[in-house]
């Protein structure tokens, strides 16, 4: 029984060694996905926390309005004027980005 197994400590490879190609994938995956898609999230967040009353916004619905004021608990609740005589009320995560109305270009 000793013959069979004196050459399996000669062949062996190092734990560490063979868990290279999975380390290698962890890493890649985490550079091209998580932490681009983590920094995306935190600039989100942050452009969240700075819309003020008066913000024209583009909801993830589509829909672009003004914004008239905040409601709700840790004013979660975003009300929209359309500029169609109509207010609509969108949770403020549902907010997808600030529009910036260029002046100089609408005045050509």
Known sequence: M???FANADENSV???ISLMPLLLMFLIFYF????PQSKQRK???N???SLNKGDRVLSQGGIIGKIVEFQGKDNQI???DTELDSKVKIQKSFVLKKIIVDKSASNQ
């Open 78 to 80: 975003v009300v929209l």
């Open 2 to 4: 000793d013959i069979l």
């Open 14 to 16: 190092p734990l560490l």
């Open 32 to 35: 091209i996905v998580i932490r």
């Open 43 to 45: 600039n989100h967040q």
């Open 47 to 49: 452009e969240l926390d």
